[in-house]
């Protein structure tokens, strides 16, 4: 089992910076490979970046390429999610998601998941 917690969501606007925490408990964290993925209002849950167990390979959504920046402290057992030059869209529910078999983008590859932290840009 592990459990996720993030932190770190606010109101912030456009063009403002947040950066997100996800801290894990539970087995072993540098065996899994975690994701971060966002649900607004009425839309189904997304893909935005994914990083591998030793933080070699990242994938990114291409909405938050160049502007989002995922990284991972094995040692602290946390993940994070730096969020640079935000939009309105990207206003959402941001979830963390750990899982043991291999990089993915897909949300039912997933196996455990924290409560969600929630991040709103203003139009």
């Known amino acids: 089992q592990v459990q996720l917690v993030e932190s770190g969501g606010g109101l912030v606007q456009a063009g403002g910076s947040l950066r997100l925490s996800c801290a894990a408990s539970g087995r072993s964290f540098s065996n899994y490979v975690m994701g971060w993925f966002r649900q607004a209002s009425g839309k189904e849950r997304e893909f935005v970046a994914v990083?591998?167990?030793?933080?070699?390979?990242?994938e990114y959504a291409d909405s938050v390429k160049g502007r989002f920046t995922i990284s991972r402290d094995n040692a602290k057992s946390t993940v994070y999610l730096q969020m640079n030059s935000l939009k309105p869209e990207d206003t959402a529910v941001y979830y963390c998601?750990?899982?043991?078999?291999?990089?993915?983008?897909?949300?039912?590859?997933?196996?455990?998941w924290g409560q969600g932290t929630q991040v709103t840009v203003p139009s």
């Open positions: 990083i591998s167990r030793s933080g070699d390979t990242t």
């Open positions: 998601g750990a899982n043991f078999r291999r990089v993915s983008i897909v949300p039912g590859s997933y196996d455990y």
